[in-house]
């Protein structure tokens, strides 16, 4: 079943600072973080694992709420290279990466 | 360099006919992966491979099919069943606990 992202879209002023949530109804292994722009490859951001560990950029931070089945992305002093999709991918396989998407975030930052 | 290929980046098909889009990766990646993604939306799982002769259906895998004969090639063909197949087409592969890497995708319109 798709996890739902929230919110469907955000608008930005360089600087400011967005999160984007992440939640699904079924038991979580892992959480992915990719950001795509239009007509391109998604891009990885970030896996967040259950137990705790985390990988990915080091400037994009997230959390991941085991219990809740929840996920957060943190954009702070945004940039306008930020703009474009954000998709949460949910592997509820046990660690074999078959992911499912949510419908996913647009941001645009703007001057 | 390791990567994912896919080719065509555009691929145009006619009424009734199959077409086969190719997607080759050199990560020495298990799992492979297909994507369908339509115009402002988000990715949904076709088909999904995590070893060799072994594959499974995604979401959306009616008037699709695939093989996974080599480790490094997961080709997907649409065939004249899938009644509406103009969308981008991605394929991913990862290692277990680790990121999806993404081809570039392939732009599939019927003519």
């Known amino acids: 079943q798709q996890p739902v992202q929230s919110p469907q879209a955000v608008i930005l002023r360089e600087g400011e600072d967005a999160v984007i949530n992440c939640s699904s109804s079924k038991a979580l292994y892992s959480v992915h973080w990719y950001r795509q722009k239009h007509g391109e490859a998604p891009v990885f951001l970030m896996i967040l694992l259950k137990g705790g560990e985390q990988k990915g950029h080091e400037k994009i931070s997230a959390s991941f709420n085991e219990k809740k089945q929840q996920s957060s992305l943190y954009l702070t002093a945004s940039q306008l290279s930020y703009s474009g999709t954000y998709f949460c991918g949910t592997d509820a396989s046990g660690g074999y990466n078959k992911l499912i998407f949510g419908a996913g975030t647009r941001l645009a930052v703007h001057p | 360099d390791g990567g994912i290929t896919q080719s065509p980046k555009y691929l145009f098909r006619k009424e009734g006919q199959n077409v086969t889009l190719s997607c080759e990766q050199n990560?020495?990646?298990?799992?492979m992966y297909w994507y369908r993604q339509d115009p402002g939306q988000g990715l949904r799982l076709i088909y999904y491979s995590q070893i060799v002769n072994d594959f499974q259906k995604g979401d959306i895998a009616e008037g699709y099919s695939v093989s996974r004969e080599k480790k490094e090639s997961f080709p997907l063909t649409v065939t004249s069943a899938q009644k509406n197949p103009t969308a981008f087409y991605l394929c991913a592969s990862s290692a277990r606990d680790t990121e999806a890497f993404f081809g570039q995708g392939t732009r599939l319109t019927v003519v």
């Open positions: 990560l020495n990646h298990d799992a």
